[in-house]
């Protein structure tokens, strides 16, 4: 069975320093990851992923995530948070073969401080 | 808007109801994925189709819970017999399955509220 760990449920961040949201995954086989983000009254959007290639995947917003393999991680950051990326941050995986469903983590509540 | 819709948005029922939520996937996606979202959680995989197949519905939660995707474009779930416990945001999702693995697009969800 795959799972998603996210342990953080808020993380507080002043406006214009680095952010990171961290996110742990369980998976047989190679891990496609994925993160979402979703904003009060609106559906989950899609940030960024990684299938395969460079660890360094960057996305919407000015976001990028790091893969890494070894500690089986892949953790969101931003060079510098605004406070418009505060939101509701999940961190997603699935796999290649098998059942095509996301397996999502609980969620970390991003507040970025003015 | 060209990105996937759900009705209602909303739904009150009283416990025993049966209620059905429609999804409209973006137009050319091939495979279609429904959730359930409850408080403080992360989405919940339930089940997915590939055009009009339904090639996983293990994750249902339980014999109330059926789809279709009739002509492998918009779906339908329902719930028989609803419970409290069936209170939720049911989601919907899609995408185009092909060589390169695409990410899923969600609608706005139907917020079920059972009394």
């Known amino acids: 069975a795959q799972s998603v760990a996210q342990p953080e449920d808020q993380v507080n961040v002043a406006e214009g320093n680095p952010l990171t949201v961290k996110c742990t995954y369980s998976v047989s086989g190679n891990p496609y990851l994925f993160w979402y983000v979703q904003y009060p009254n609106r559906g989950l959007q899609f940030l960024l992923k990684y299938i395969t290639g460079d660890n360094l995947v960057k996305g919407s917003y000015g976001f990028e995530a790091e893969f890494n393999k070894s500690q089986t991680s892949f953790h969101l950051k931003k060079p510098s948070a605004l406070v418009s990326d505060s939101a509701l941050y999940f961190c997603?995986?699935?796999?290649?073969?098998?059942?095509?469903?996301?397996?999502f983590g609980k969620g970390t509540h991003l507040i970025i401080q003015p | 808007d060209t990105g996937v819709s759900q009705d209602p948005r909303h739904k009150i029922t009283k416990r025993g109801q049966n209620v059905t939520f429609r999804c409209d996937p973006i137009s050319e996606h091939n495979r279609l994925y429904w959730y359930r979202q409850t408080l403080g959680q992360g989405p919940e995989f339930l089940t997915y189709f590939q055009n009009e197949a339904q090639l996983e519905k293990s994750r249902l939660l339980s014999d109330r819970f059926s789809a279709e995707r009739p002509k492998g474009s918009f779906s339908t779930l329902e719930i028989q017999r609803t419970e409290q416990g069936d209170s939720a945001m049911y989601l919907c999702?899609?995408?185009?399955?092909?060589?390169?693995?695409?990410?899923?697009?969600f609608g706005p969800g139907t917020r079920l509220t059972v009394l």
């Open positions: 997603a995986v699935t796999h290649g073969g098998g059942a095509d469903g996301l397996t």
């Open positions: 999702a899609s995408r185009l399955a092909g060589a390169k693995y695409n990410e899923q697009f």
